[in-house]
């Protein structure tokens, strides 16, 4: 068992937060009066594969970089991964905003995101301290 | 295009302006369906926007005038330049999830990156 530094554990907490995020796209977030079924993240918008990539993207290469990939060293994980992970927050702040009717999925989804910005924002901040 | 030749202030304030251009297209026609038309603020979300390109906007116009700015531990180009990528992302979320697209989306994606543009030119120029 590898043992993992503060760095490597805060990335694999926001790779796990980005992931469940990216799950939490496919969970109910709105209420249709119970006409139409429920509105999920994902068929919201036929553009909601955008932010999912990009999550995903943050998430994937946080965990890589956790289990130390060789070929990232020449990319700065944390801070791309920064720079990228509230990409999926402010999709879900877009319709917290604007939508009616929220189901458990909304929430679960914007909490998930703020999560998942805080802890790569720490890995960003450890990173930098070295 | 060479960025070179222009300097910090007017890079600053092309990008305002270019943020001042994006909040208008906000109110222009997005999206024509037959008879029906709706702008950038029929979206229920446009506020959050609208917040995002004033703060940018002004962050970038206050930096370009040599106004003191109350970001003590942050580089406020690197804040507007951020500001200006989310902007650019809702552009393109729209782009790809409405039908029958009009002019003024066009136009909100051509100001939001041109602005970008700018941002991004002034940030590179700090770290360096």
């Known amino acids: ?130 | 295009m060479d960025l070179q030749g222009i300097s910090r202030e007017q890079k600053e304030m092309g990008a305002a302006v270019c943020m001042l251009l994006f909040i208008i297209s906000l109110f222009l026609k997005w999206q024509t369906f037959g008879p029906i038309s709706g702008s950038g603020a029929d979206l229920g979300s446009w506020p959050l926007v609208l917040i995002i390109a004033l703060v940018a906007g002004g962050i970038v116009a206050a930096d370009g005038l040599r106004m003191e700015i109350p970001l003590r531990r942050m580089n406020p180009t690197s804040v507007a330049t951020y500001l200006m990528s989310l902007l650019v992302f809702y552009v393109i979320v729209f782009i790809f999830a409405i039908d029958g697209l009009s002019y003024g989306v066009w136009l909100a994606l051509i100001f939001s990156v041109i602005g970008l543009v700018l941002t991004f030119s002034v940030y590179r120029q700090d770290t360096r």
């Open chain 1, 1 to 130: 068992m590898p043992r993992f530094g503060a760095l490597e554990r805060v990335e694999i907490l926001a790779a796990v937060l980005g992931g469940l995020w990216c799950g939490a796209l496919f969970l109910p977030w709105f209420g249709m009066g119970g006409v139409e079924g429920d509105l999920t993240g994902a068929n919201m918008l036929d553009s909601s594969w955008l932010p999912l990539v990009i999550v995903a993207v943050a998430s994937a290469l946080l965990l890589l970089d956790a289990i130390t990939v060789d070929g990232l060293r020449s990319l700065p994980v944390p801070a791309f991964s920064t720079f990228l992970m509230p990409f999926g927050l402010f999709y879900t702040a877009l319709f917290v905003l604007a939508g009616e009717e929220f189901l458990y999925g909304a929430w679960v989804a914007l909490g998930l995101s703020a999560a998942a910005v805080v802890f790569a924002a720490m890995a960003w901040v450890i990173d930098r301290r070295g």
